[in-house]
């Protein structure tokens, strides 16, 4: 190529970026082009006085309304800052290294990136693959993605349209920190499809619904299983001293429910025996939701928790206990069939169960399918996470396998699927220590004072 061409080449290709890089920045590029405009015509005390008053109603902003200020101005600064200074920076040197280029004649193709959203913890950055290319090539690659830009992991979400992807950089464990018992919320705020029992990792409040669902728990022990239901309970309990909500507790292995005994026995019902008590408190349920189920057939398909019909949650410790583990085997078939009956009907009637269990495998629970609502805290295997939480669930990001056994950091964290992204989420439910039992008991059973309800 002629010398003249090679550098009217070079001419046009910089011209261009100068024009792209002035689009892009145009926000930032016309507020230090006015304030040097200013300090030339005017004198540089001019926009030195500007930067201050502007330094000063960022102040009150933030004094007065720290959320919005946050997600309104630092976040969007921070994402311009890690787009430059971080993903545009080592963007092309990565994804070579990480194989996720293409030349082709000679020419180099690299996917593109189009946008980065900061929040407390973690970057969202925005990629249009190249042509052909699937998210699994990206998968494959995370952990060198995750080095490369120095992130403690990376995970590949769903992008806005086909061929572009969302990549997930956490920068660091938001959850790594255990969260104390949230306040008990006034009976006007308790939300049954929406009740706050822990953090997501973005910072937003964990959610549960027990309305019109059930929930399986699945956590190696000491996984935080106990946290996720006391949480619960705590978070209905101003319904259960309004009589709207009935917590029935089965409690095989006398440990954890057995501290609110004295308010599952005032408010629900409760039942350790393991020579039938607790089958037949299972099967007195299925009895009372079928009673309801013909009461309610034809009348009304959604339900509205009332004192007549309150609300029942039946929470099972440990599912496995009376579905595989008890001796004998015909309060193992009733337990079963009793579950299968809650749990296939009992959701449109008012009635949710709720099963922690320590071993997600098959054969110790056939039941599985049965509960919509599925949380994976810390397991043994990494084969049991797709177990529990469905196919592929493990490859879209949720190591369960890999929450820490220290129960400082890992205990009460896990992955859930959340009704608006198909996407697994880190959750760390909120620690209900024993103390907060105690109140808890007090609260609802005031003639015992807090020595007797522990
Ligand atoms: N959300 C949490 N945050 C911080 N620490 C927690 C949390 N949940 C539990 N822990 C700690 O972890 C320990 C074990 O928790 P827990 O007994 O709830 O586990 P589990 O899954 O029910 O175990 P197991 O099946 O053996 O009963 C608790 O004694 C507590 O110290």
């Given at each position: 190529m002629?010398?003249?061409?090679?550098?009217?080449?070079?001419?046009?290709?910089?011209?261009?970026?100068?024009?792209?890089?002035?689009?892009?920045?145009?926000?930032?590029?016309?507020?230090?082009?006015?304030?040097?405009?200013l300090g030339v015509r005017c004198g540089w005390a001019v926009p030195l006085v500007f930067l201050v008053l502007a330094g000063i109603g960022a102040g009150v902003w933030a004094a007065a309304d720290r959320p919005s200020f946050v997600?309104?101005?630092?976040?969007?600064?921070?994402?311009?800052?890690?787009?430059?200074?971080?993903?545009?920076?080592?963007?092309?040197?990565?994804?070579?290294?990480?194989?996720?280029?293409?030349?082709?004649?000679?020419?180099?193709?690299?996917?593109?990136?189009?946008?980065?959203?900061?929040?407390?913890?973690?970057?969202?950055?925005?990629?249009?693959?190249?042509?052909?290319?699937?998210?699994?090539?990206?998968?494959?690659?995370?952990?060198?993605?995750a080095h490369g830009f120095g992130a403690t992991l990376v995970r590949v979400r769903e992008g806005d349209r086909p061929g572009r992807i969302w990549l997930e950089f956490v920068r660091h464990d938001a959850l790594a920190v255990p969260i104390?018992?949230?306040?008990?919320?006034?009976?006007a705020?308790?939300?049954l499809s929406a009740?706050?029992?822990?953090?997501?990792?973005?910072?937003?409040?964990?959610?549960?619904?027990?309305?019109?669902?059930?929930?399986?728990?699945?956590?190696?022990?000491?996984?935080?299983?106990?946290?996720?239901?006391?949480?619960?309970?705590?978070?209905?309990?101003?319904?259960?001293?309004?009589?709207?909500?009935?917590?029935?507790?089965?409690?095989?292995?006398r440990m954890e429910l057995s501290f609110g005994r004295p308010l599952f026995e005032r408010y629900g019902r409760y039942s350790d025996d393991p020579k039938g008590g607790m089958v037949d408190l299972l099967e007195a349920a299925a009895r009372d939701m079928n009673a309801r189920a013909e009461q309610?057939?034809?009348?009304?398909?959604?339900?509205?928790?009332?004192?007549?019909?309150p609300f029942r949650v039946v929470v099972v410790d440990e599912l496995a206990f009376l579905t595989a583990y008890c001796p004998q085997r015909d309060l193992r078939k009733r337990a079963e069939a009793a579950l299968a009956v809650l749990t296939s009907q009992g959701r449109s009637v008012g009635y949710c169960v709720i099963g922690a269990q320590q071993d997600a495998r098959k054969e110790v629970n056939n039941l599985r399918n049965l509960f919509p609502d599925r949380i994976a805290l810390r397991l043994d295997e990494d084969e049991q996470v797709d177990m529990v939480l469905g196919d592929g669930a493990r490859?879209?990001?949720?190591?369960?396998?890999?929450?820490?056994?220290?129960?400082?950091?890992?205990a009460g964290v896990g992955f859930v699927r959340l009704e608006t992204t198909p996407d697994p989420v880190r959750?760390?439910?909120?620690?209900?220590?024993?103390?907060?039992?105690?109140?808890?008991?007090?609260?609802?059973?005031?003639e015992l004072d807090a020595g007797e309800a522990a």
């Open positions: 002629p010398e003249g061409l090679v550098l009217l080449v070079n001419l046009v290709r910089a011209l261009v970026r100068t024009v792209v890089f002035l689009v892009r920045n145009i926000v930032p590029v016309t507020v230090v082009g006015g304030l040097g405009w997600c309104c101005a630092v976040r969007p600064a921070q994402a311009r800052w890690r787009l430059a200074m971080v993903y545009r920076r080592d963007w092309q040197p990565v994804l070579v290294t990480a194989g996720l280029t293409k030349t082709h004649k000679g020419r180099e193709y690299l996917p593109s990136l189009v946008r980065v959203r900061c929040g407390p913890a973690s970057d969202r950055v925005l990629v249009r693959m190249l042509k052909g290319q699937a998210p699994d090539a990206w998968e494959r690659v995370a952990v060198n993605l104390p018992a949230l306040p008990v919320p006034d009976a705020d308790v939300d009740l706050e029992i822990g953090r997501v990792e973005d910072g937003s409040p964990w959610r549960l619904r027990l309305l019109g669902t059930h929930v399986l728990i699945a956590g190696a022990t000491g996984a935080g299983k106990g946290s996720v239901i006391w949480s619960t309970v705590r978070a209905v309990l101003p319904l259960m001293l309004a009589g709207l909500v009935e917590v029935w507790a089965i409690d095989p292995k309610f057939a034809g009348v009304t398909r959604s339900f509205t928790p009332s004192l007549e019909h490859d879209r990001g949720a190591l369960a396998d890999q929450i820490s056994s220290v129960p400082h950091i890992g959750v760390r439910a909120a620690y209900v220590g024993d103390d907060d039992i105690r109140t808890m008991v007090t609260l609802g059973v005031p």
